[in-house]
């Protein structure tokens, strides 16, 4: 029986094949765009990475007074452990042996890559308002949230969201990647059993699969074993409402689509293997080098895109719309690693309150307006009347 894992990417095309003799339309531009897209994204990267490890935020953040139960501990530790012994295996299958056979990196290694990078987009959904936030017992190096540009929320350097880099490497890098593959895999299943199924449809299904499944890892497995927690979620719309490990149903429509769109961007392909974000790649000039720097390019530029549209933008926007952070999680300070609450001068984020900015003032615990040092209140601007004379 043969490996769906080992067979290429080129599994569906997006147009009929062209007859023989019938002439080839004009090569299109797409990729252009997608490696402009790509090159912005790089650059963000580049620089909220230097920017954190050479800044103030490049700091441990402890987890507090409270101990994560063992049924917390052993899973989040076996966990780690899994991905880094998994993450060689996953370098050599999708980067080395291509390169050592084929003097190239395939499509797979290109996502492993794009996908790995897009990490740096983790925090966004923290832009405006602290909604989701990592178990700070994880072993971390802060975080460089409060370094992306127009970063919204207050944080303070040792008192941020941490990034739980021992998971969250190994398991952006190949984790989505797998399960991209996976979800490919089942998309032409599908699309063997329903030949005459719609494109539409077929991305339509894929979505309603990956919804599910990230129900199945987040609402049943990751939450649970507190890898993480959307305290500011929207309690009516959650699964297990009120507790450290509620799910947002909006989380799975979020991450859903993500993945979705990924699968698609690996399923959907051309006859010659590429994907919609490379089509013109064939007018490049320049050599092999700078071919293939141009499609990682323009492939990261479109991963990127979909972590970006289909999750951050909405949820940024959620997240300013959240309920008051649960007892379950504000009790529990390696879910709140002195962001708000007890220990801290403000209270934690509610709907009753102002929503406060890294520049603004914020309400104390008293219910008490607190500016930021050296700042007054502003005064009162008097309004220009006819009789002014001015």
């Known amino acids: 029986m043969s490996d769906p894992f080992k067979?290429?990417?080129i599994?569906?095309?997006?147009?009929?094949?062209?007859?023989?003799?019938?002439?080839?339309?004009?090569?299109?531009?797409?990729?252009?765009?997608?490696?402009?897209?790509?090159?912005?994204?790089?650059?963000?990267?580049?620089?909220v990475f230097v920017r954190w490890v050479t800044g103030p935020f490049f700091e441990p953040v402890e987890g507090g007074p409270s101990e994560p139960p063992m049924y917390m501990q052993i899973p989040l530790m076996a966990n780690a452990v899994i991905l880094w012994i998994g993450l060689p295996f996953a370098l050599w299958f999708f980067l080395v042996r291509p390169w050592l056979r084929e003097r190239r990196i395939t499509l797979d290694g290109m996502l492993l890559v794009s996908m790995g990078l897009m990490m740096f987009q983790d925090p966004m959904l923290n832009y405006y308002s602290t909604w989701c936030t990592y178990n700070a017992w994880l072993w971390n190096r802060g975080s460089w949230a409060p370094h992306i540009p127009g970063w919204v929320a207050h944080e303070e350097p040792g008192h941020t969201v941490p990034e739980p880099l021992l998971t969250n490497i190994p398991g952006y890098m190949y984790g989505v990647l797998l399960i991209t593959i996976v979800g490919c895999w089942l998309m032409r299943r599908i699309k063997n059993r329903w030949p005459a199924m719609s494109n539409l449809r077929l991305v339509l299904v894929t979505y309603a699969i990956t919804f599910v499944l990230d129900f199945v890892m987040e609402a049943l497995v990751m939450l649970p074993i507190g890898f993480y927690s959307y305290p500011g979620a929207i309690q009516s719309l959650s699964f297990n409402a009120g507790t450290y490990y509620q799910w947002p149903i909006y989380?799975?429509?979020m991450w859903g689509g993500v993945q979705a769109a990924l699968c698609c961007l690996r399923f959907f392909t051309d006859d010659r293997g590429r994907t919609?974000?490379?089509?013109?790649?064939?007018?490049?000039?320049?050599?092999?080098?700078?071919?293939?720097?141009?499609?990682?390019?323009?492939i990261f530029g479109?991963?990127?895109?979909?972590?970006?549209?289909?999750?951050?933008?909405?949820?940024?926007w959620l997240g300013m719309h959240g309920d008051p952070w649960p007892e379950d999680v504000q009790k529990r300070s390696y879910f709140n690693p002195g962001i708000c609450g007890e220990g801290t001068d403000r209270p934690c984020p509610n709907p009753v309150l102002p929503l406060t900015t890294k520049h603004s003032g914020f309400v104390d615990h008293d219910g008490e307006l607190v500016l930021p040092d050296g700042v007054t209140m502003p005064s009162v601007v008097p309004i220009q009347r006819a009789d002014d004379g001015r």
């Not at 023989?20 to 650059?43: C, D, I, Q, Y």
């Not at 479109?302 to 940024?316: I, M």
């Open 276 to 298: 919609v974000v490379e089509r013109g790649l064939d007018r490049v000039r320049g050599g092999v080098v700078k071919q293939q720097f141009i499609r990682f390019l323009a």
């Open 302 to 316: 479109g991963v990127s895109a979909c972590f970006f549209l289909f999750y951050n933008v909405p949820a940024t």
């Open 251 to 253: 989380e799975g429509l």
């Open 7 to 9: 067979k290429s990417a």
């Open 11 to 47: 599994t569906e095309s997006v147009s009929a094949t062209t007859d023989l003799g019938r002439e080839r339309p004009p090569s299109s531009g797409a990729f252009k765009v997608w490696a402009t897209v790509g090159a912005v994204f790089l650059a963000y990267t580049l620089y």
